[in-house]
């Protein structure tokens, strides 16, 4: 495929659409289409002047000491008919990338988060083909090395989305089985847990203070975030627009909650045009109670699964 013309010249080849004249006939304008990644790191234009972005691969997560940066790697191996995700670790300028897990055909890997002293790991491993078919998602733990791996989560039920508290004593996880779902806590010196909640919820984070822990619930159609104390005490809604609310994450001093909204609706025709499955998420950020909800970004793709950087990197790369 390429750029031709009626004079029978073929001009440059790819995957090009919507060439246009310049007026004087001498120039052609078009866009080339492209599958390619964008670089880890690469600066994105943000609306508010205050927040820098960053493009990054899925579910970024940068330790604690802002040396390391952890995330899940799409598409690492691709099976006919199978999906498939992976671990890595790199430094925080994307050089010295280093796969940790690699789970076997139909496993997808998600959320790596840092354990407050950056010395594990933790993600969930679930399986694409058989989601409920006695082989229930875990919650897993691993050196940052790729060394000793182990399931945190053993029983009966899909587990996934974990998050630490700031002491490293306690890990919250979304739980799903055939009669109860909601988010549990997981005891790490004994190993027992502890529900939380009973909703239909889903992306627990932690706050770096141990007060509170955000997360995403399904009520009356619509997915919103919540805050709720440790305790099971005090839940809060934080967000009321029209459109799904989700993928929050705290900033490193507490103070304000980055997160994914659809209530800015679809952009041009992108989702039919460039087959995107989901065009509609934007960066949004708040302070902590939820007041102060505005964007960061709008356009035509979804921006998701962020991550706050320490102060010595980019603000928060998506």
Avoid at 51 to 76: C, E, I, R, W, Y
Avoid at 200 to 212: E, H, R, T, V, Y
Avoid at 251 to 274: Q, T
């Amino acid at each position: 495929m390429g750029l031709a013309f009626t004079t029978g010249d073929q001009g440059a080849e790819g995957q090009m659409r919507s060439p246009s004249w310049s007026s004087d006939g001498k120039w052609v304008v078009y866009q080339k289409w492209s599958f390619e990644s964008w670089r880890q790191n690469q600066p994105l234009f943000s609306i508010d002047p205050e927040f820098d972005l960053a493009q990054s691969d899925t579910f970024p997560a940068f330790s604690h000491d802002g040396q390391k940066l952890a995330l899940t790697n799409s598409n690492v191996a691709k099976v006919p008919g199978s999906r498939m995700s992976s671990v890595s670790v790199m430094d925080a300028d994307a050089t010295n990338a280093k796969l940790i897990f690699r789970g076997e055909a139909g496993t997808l890997a998600l959320t790596p988060q840092w354990s407050p002293n950056d010395d594990w790991i933790a993600f969930g491993v679930g399986f694409y083909f058989l989601p409920r078919s006695g082989r229930p998602a875990r919650v897993m733990l691993m050196r940052p090395d790729g060394s000793e791996l182990h399931e945190l989560t053993k029983t009966a039920g899909n587990s996934g989305f974990p998050s630490w508290s700031p002491d490293g004593k306690r890990i919250v996880y979304r739980f799903w089985g055939e009669k109860e779902y909601g988010l549990q806590i997981i005891n790490l010196e004994d190993g027992s847990t502890t529900q939380l909640t009973s909703g239909f919820d889903n992306f627990p984070a932690w706050s770096p203070k141990g007060d509170l822990i955000v997360f995403t619930r399904l009520s009356e159609d619509d997915y919103d975030i919540y805050t709720i104390r440790p305790d099971g005490t005090g839940l809060k809604k934080l967000t009321t627009s029209p459109g799904n609310d989700a993928h929050a994450m705290w900033s490193p001093d507490g103070k304000h909650i980055l997160f994914s909204s659809a209530r800015l609706g679809f952009k041009d025709e992108a989702p039919l045009y460039d087959e995107i499955p989901q065009p509609y998420g934007e960066l949004f950020v708040m302070n902590a109670d939820g007041s102060g909800q505005r964007p960061l970004t709008d356009n035509q793709w979804e921006d998701g699964t962020s991550a706050w950087a320490p102060p010595s990197t980019s603000r928060f790369p998506h």
